[in-house]
Every structure is written in C-alpha cells, then in structure tokens.
C-alpha cells in the first residue's frame, strides 16, 4: 500500500519570499502525485498534477513541483508567494493499476505574512 | 458549471444516534468518492463509487456506515450509530471517470458527535 509522508506541519513565510513544501512518499508500483490546496471554510482544489513525462509539472497561481523518482519525493515551490496562498496543501499519491484511489498526507498548513 | 454540493453542511448529534448525508457529484461524472477528514489528518478515502457499483472500501467500516448510490448520480453516506471518534468533516468528490483525473470536491458535511 502506498503513504505519504508530508514533512512540515506548519510553514511560516514572509510575503514574496520563496517557499517549498515537501512531500515523500512510499510505494511498490508506479505512481500517480498530486498537490492539492484547501483554502478556509473551502473545499480542496487541485493545484497540479504528475501522471507521467516531464518531471516538472506547473500548476495554478505560480506553484511548480518536481517529481523525484529515486527520492521519492514531489515537493512543491512557488518563487514568490502572496497573503492569498495562506492556505492548507495536502500531497496525495494514487498506485497505476486497480483502483487508483489516493491516500493523502496530512497536511502542510502555509501561512503567509505581510 | 454547478459543483459539487453537498447537505447538510453541519450536523450535531449524540453518540448511538444515526446520521445522513447526501452528494450531489458535477454532473457527467462517473466517479463518486466519499474522504473522512478528521481534524489535523489529510482527507482519508471511505468508498470511491464508478457509476453504482463500488470500486473500493476497503477502509469504511461497515460495521456502522454505509454507503449507495442508486442511479449512478447522486450518493447517501450513514453513519449508524455513531461514536465519538466519527466527528470529521465528510467530503464528497467526483471525477469524470478515473481517480488519476482531476477531483472537485464539495464543501464537506462537519459532524460533531457528543
């Protein structure tokens, strides 16, 4: 079975400074990952997705992450970040085959100041 | 285009009572995913419905939910009777076919058990 181990519970940052939330995960066959984003008192919404090819998969509202295949590991960046991505950002990760269902980290909470 | 919606949005009941909550996934979506999100954790998979058949849960506990989707569009989840450590957040998603494919989620059904 596939799990996601997101590092940083919490990551305090300044506004338009550079920020990187990591993400590792475990698994046995090929995999899916995926960066979702859940603002307050909102549902999650994608930010961006690896299904194959390029390592580097750009998402919505600047946030790029790159897929590590021998550090299993799909950390997300963003160069300049704003008040507005104050939100909390859940890495999940999905096996090829069966029913591909994803199995979520617990969470990095960004919390962006001026 | 309407997204996911979800009812009621908060519902406070006493352990050993029954509780119900009802999805409406986008319309033309195959997929029907039901996440338990309790409080501090990443969004953790219940049963993922395609069409009205189910693909996986393996993680409900069936002993006291269940879950339908008749007619293949919208879905029920029951809580029965419900304990303490069954207040989370209940979110609905969906997905045109593929759980690799994007999720739109609804804006999750908060339960308090008491």
């Known amino acids: 079975a596939q799990s996601v181990t997101q590092l940083d519970s919490q990551v305090p940052v300044f506004e338009e400074a550079p920020v990187e939330l990591r993400c590792n995960y475990s698994?046995?066959?090929?995999?899916?990952l995926f960066w979702y984003v859940q603002y307050p008192n909102q549902g999650l919404q994608l930010l961006l997705k690896?299904?194959?090819?390029?390592?580097l998969v750009k998402g919505i509202n600047g946030f790029e992450a790159e897929f590590n295949k021998s550090q299993t590991s799909f950390h997300l960046r963003k160069p300049s970040v704003h008040i507005s991505d104050t939100a909390e950002y859940f890495c999940?990760?999905?096996?090829?085959?069966?029913?591909?269902?994803?199995?979520f980290g617990k969470g990095t909470k960004l919390t962006v100041n001026p | 285009e309407a997204g996911v919606a979800q009812s009621p949005r908060y519902k406070i009941i006493e352990k050993r009572q029954s509780v119900a909550f009802w999805c409406n996934p986008i319309?033309?979506?195959?997929?029907l995913y039901w996440y338990q999100q309790i409080l501090g954790q990443g969004p953790k998979l219940l049963i993922q419905?395609?069409?009205?058949?189910?693909?996986?849960d393996s993680q409900l506990p069936k002993d006291r939910f269940s879950a339908e989707r008749l007619k293949g569009v919208d879905s029920t989840l029951k809580i029965q009777p419900a304990k303490l450590e069954d207040s989370a957040v209940y979110l609905c998603?969906?997905?045109?076919?593929?759980?690799?494919?994007?999720?739109?989620f609804g804006p999750g059904t908060r339960l308090l058990v008491l």
């Open positions: 998603a969906s997905s045109l076919r593929r759980a690799r494919e994007t999720q739109y």
């Open positions: 698994s046995s066959v090929s995999v899916y």
């Open positions: 690896y299904l194959s090819g390029s390592t």
């Open positions: 999940a990760v999905g096996q090829q085959g069966g029913s591909e269902k994803l199995v």
């Open positions: 319309s033309g979506h195959a997929t």
């Open positions: 419905f395609q069409n009205n058949g189910v693909v996986d």
